[in-house]
């Protein structure tokens, strides 16, 4: 295995990232987080694993989401 290779996405070397919405359907004000990928390639037949490096970023987002669905399922609002 040949570690920790960069990925870049185009001439400009820019890293290749996952990102993760707090609220998708927001246009302004988004909160966004973003981990660049890093590529573990085979060196015999270069089957290539992917990696977030910043993952702690992805999964307290993830979390915070997953907390605020589960606030609006738990007290569902109330039309007037
Ligand atoms: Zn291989």
Known sequence: MIPELHV?????????????????RV???KRTT???LRAWVCGD???T???ATQVKRIVSL???IQQKQRKARDQPETGT
Do not use: I, K, T, W
Not at 8 to 24: H, I, R, S, T
């Open 27 to 29: 246009m302004f004000g």
């Open 62 to 64: 993830h979390q915070r």
């Open 45 to 47: 037949c270069g089957y």
């Open 34 to 36: 973003q981990s660049p």
């Open 49 to 51: 694993e992917l990696y």
């Open 8 to 24: 870049a996405g185009d001439q400009y070397f820019l890293p290749v990232c996952v990102y993760l919405d707090e609220n998708p």
